[in-house]
């Protein structure tokens, strides 16, 4: 197989592209760095066809070492043929492999291989011959009766060459492809209750649907029953069109007298091997394809929550509420940096209302606290009532905002937490994440698992390499696209930089900490354990705020610096006149030059001079501020007081298969199912919403007793 030929094939990419891409990936080269500062040798390719490509490349050249390793085993055996041979080089699959080595595979005691040792082979292939002029099966069958072999009778004979029979029509591997194929099209999966008991699966109790249809959720859902044993699942097809295939490529039109012989093994070879061996694979299969499509939707769900818009310049008040042990309270300046915490109660039962309004409003002035980020756990709803209120009292302009705090206790209960806070116990760590979380979500949530923060559907059934690889990746390139300060950046940050490892990364906290701030991206040098190679994978995305050369604060890599200089000269700026934000016709004058000019001059490429321009245009800037900011409220409702028909504005928190769930502002979030996005046909809601989007809702119902509230995007006024 030419690998680099079925890449281009897959991605529609010419041979030279793909061949400079992969030459980047095997010398080391980290995909944020690819994507950003190697746009010439790719094409510009952005980072996510580069990691799907990477995934690809690793998928065949493992494919490769399969086919090689398949070829010489039965090298070895000397069963190796031409026609053989070429199937196995035409195999596009590895279970396209696996099916050509079937036959030739090792295999633990089965009754076929207890028949062979029994010396019935020669009578099976006298058999599967299905000659016109052979004899009645059981006449051949009497030739192999040997007591001292352990055939005692005909009977015996002739069941053990059937025997054999059905195992080698089970490894056929145009019969299994055939079968599968058949299946996968016009199969179903069926699930009955296991039990009569009442249980969240009570939909799938009697279901079937055909397998080509099944949407991923369903699998995962149905799945999930099966492992918690309420349900019994299996796959159903039409058993006598499966059949007929077998027949077809097994039993010949001789009219032989062994004829029906090898319809019986080939019937058995069905029921007994081939069937449950494809039912197994099928339902493997869906469910493999139903978690790459779960992780995609939850990839793309944590990388719109990471890349939500900071609440910047804000002196915030973060508030995890909780019922008998209190609100645990922590005020941090803009930064971050913890000014002071408390406890109040002002939820049941204790209920000292008046007394965590006196504590908070004290807080306030003291500290000048402009915005209240409030956590959606337990005690939510009474919380943010009660800060509604506190803020009606209040001579001052303070908005609140319901932040998600899934992981917070998971960070908070963390060696890393401990490290951060060593003085605070696990509450009040949990209250500072809570209001950091809002000030920067993409600094806070790094510091989480990223299965922890819950913005996909049956996350935790997910193979755990994969998710891991998956989500890793969309953190990578999060951490990456925004950048970080080398000055402040946290451990955990840092080690999801290019280039940087968990052991650089505490190499430069612990380099920041003895030295003092770093004075330039230079002096990343200097810091134990990162080389040259790391040096030029991570400092594009560090950031040097305080250094004296203007670039240090920008994306524009190290290597390009010159370039940069000669574009400024040329286009008559100095570095003052970045600094001063005064170069606002940079790009007209650059292209009065024209760019490939300019380009040439430079010893770069046009994309990489481009942005170049764009990054001097805006030195330190971060691309999340780009975006629409979050919804900031200053009062409350109850679902009791929703009314069908009422418009609301709300914040999207989750992006499902079905629909997506929508912060309304009474403490359970709503569901906009996938019917009521739009009135054009969508295949996913990812389609049109994503996680942090402020949209604009209809109530359609309420059912308070079940806390659901269906909510519409169609037919909304303006």
């Known amino acids: 197989m030419d690998i680099l030929a079925v890449l281009c094939n897959e991605f529609h990419l010419e041979q030279k592209r793909v061949e400079n891409t992969v030459a980047l990936i095997d010398e080391g080269n980290t995909i944020p760095f690819i994507a950003r500062y190697r746009k010439e040798v790719t094409g510009s390719l952005d980072d996510q066809v580069l990691r ?46 696996e099916d050509l080595y079937r036959p030739y595979r090792p295999k633990r005691k089965t009754r076929a291989s207890v028949a062979r040792e029994k010396g019935l ?29 352990g055939v005692e009778t005909a009977e015996e004979a002739l069941a053990g060459a059937k025997d054999i029979i059905a195992e080698n029509i089970s490894d056929d591997a145009l019969i299994r492809k055939l079968l599968r194929e058949f299946i996968q099209k016009l199969g179903s999966l069926s699930s009955k209750a296991a039990k009569e008991e009442s249980s969240v699966y009570e939909m799938y109790y009697d279901f079937s649907e055909p397998v080509a249809k099944l949407p991923g959720h369903r699998i995962l859902a149905i799945d999930r029953g099966e492992r918690e044993e309420f349900l019994k699942v299996s796959v159903e097809a039409d058993r006598e069109r499966a059949l007929a295939i077998v027949y077809n490529h097994s039993v010949l039109d001789t009219h032989s007298p ?27 299969g869906l469910t493999e394809n139903a978690c790459e499509q779960a992780i995609r939707v939850f990839a793309v769900n944590l990388r719109n929550l990471l890349m939500q818009p ?81 803020i009606g009292e209040l001579d001052r302009k303070v908005s609140y905002l319901i932040v998600s705090e899934a992981g917070a206790s998971v960070y908070s209960a963390s060696k890393l937490a401990a490290t951060e806070f060593p003085d605070y116990d696990v509450s009040l760590r949990s209250a500072v994440s809570i209001a950091r979380r809002m000030q920067d979500p993409l600094a806070e949530l790094v510091k989480i698992d990223p299965k922890a923060i819950g913005v996909g559907q049956y996350q935790h059934d997910m193979p755990k390499n994969r998710m891991d690889e998956a989500l890793g990746g969309v953190v990578e390139s999060c951490v990456n ?87 400024l000269a040329r286009c008559g700026y100095t570095d003052a006149d970045v600094r001063a934000g005064a170069i606002d016709a940079l790009m007209e004058r650059a292209e009065a030059a024209g760019i490939a000019a300019l380009a040439e001059e430079a010893g770069v490429g046009e994309p990489t001079l481009r942005d170049i321009i764009s990054e001097l245009l805006k030195p ?99």
């Open 52 to 97: 799907e490509l990477s995934e690809r490349l690793t998928y065949l050249r493992g494919l490769e070492k399969r086919r090689e390793e398949v070829s010489a085993s039965i090298e070895e055996q000397g069963k190796m043929t031409e026609e053989l041979a070429a199937a196995i080089a035409a195999a596009a699959t590895l279970a396209e492999i």
């Open 121 to 149: 082979e020669p009578l099976a292939e006298e058999i599967f011959a299905q000659k016109p002029d052979s004899a009645e099966p059981i006449v051949l069958a009497e030739g192999y009766v040997d007591p001292e072999k």
């Open 258 to 284: 062994c004829n029906e012989a090898v319809r019986q093994a080939a019937e058995d070879a069905f029921d007994r091997l081939i069937f449950p061996s494809i039912e197994r694979e099928i339902r493997s």
């Open 310 to 390: 900071p609440v910047k310049g804000c002196v915030t008040l973060g508030l995890d509420p909780a019922y008998r042990t209190g609100c645990k309270i922590a005020v941090v300046d803009e930064t971050g940096r913890v000014l002071d915490t408390t406890v109040v109660y002002p939820t049941p039962p204790q209920k000292k209302i008046a007394e965590a309004k006196a504590k908070l409003k004290a807080l306030i002035e003291k500290h000048n606290v402009s915005v209240i980020s409030i956590g959606n756990g337990t005690a939510s709803r009474e919380s943010e009532q009660f800060v509604a209120e506190l």
């Open 481 to 567: 696209n925004v950048g970080a300060d080398l000055n402040t950046a946290s451990l955990s940050l840092l080690s999801h930089i290019a280039g940087i490892n968990s052991g650089v990364a505490k190499n430069i906290v612990t380099y920041r900490e003895e030295n003092g701030a770093f004075k330039s991206r230079s002096e990343l040098l200097k810091v134990p354990k990162l080389g040259k190679k790391a040096f030029e994978q991570c400092a594009g995305f560090l950031r040097v705020a305080e250094s004296k050369n203007v670039l240090d604060n920008t994306a524009v890599h190290p290597e390009s610096y010159k370039a940069a200089e000669t574009l």
């Open 620 to 718: 330190g800037r971060d691309p999340r501020d780009e975006l629409p900011p979050p919804l900031l409220r200053s009062d409350v409702m109850e679902m009791k007081d929703l009314k069908e028909g009422m418009e609301l504005m709300g914040t999207v928190r989750n992006v499902i298969d079905f629909g997506a769930f929508v912060d309304i502002g009474v403490h359970e979030d709503g569901l906009v199912h996938i019917s009521q996005i739009c009135n054009k046909f969508i295949r996913h809601p990812g389609e049109v919403l994503k996680v942090g989007d402020v949209v604009k809702v209809r109530v359609l119902g309420v059912d308070v007793a079940k806390k659901r509230i269906s909510l519409t995007m169609k037919g909304i006024s303006k």
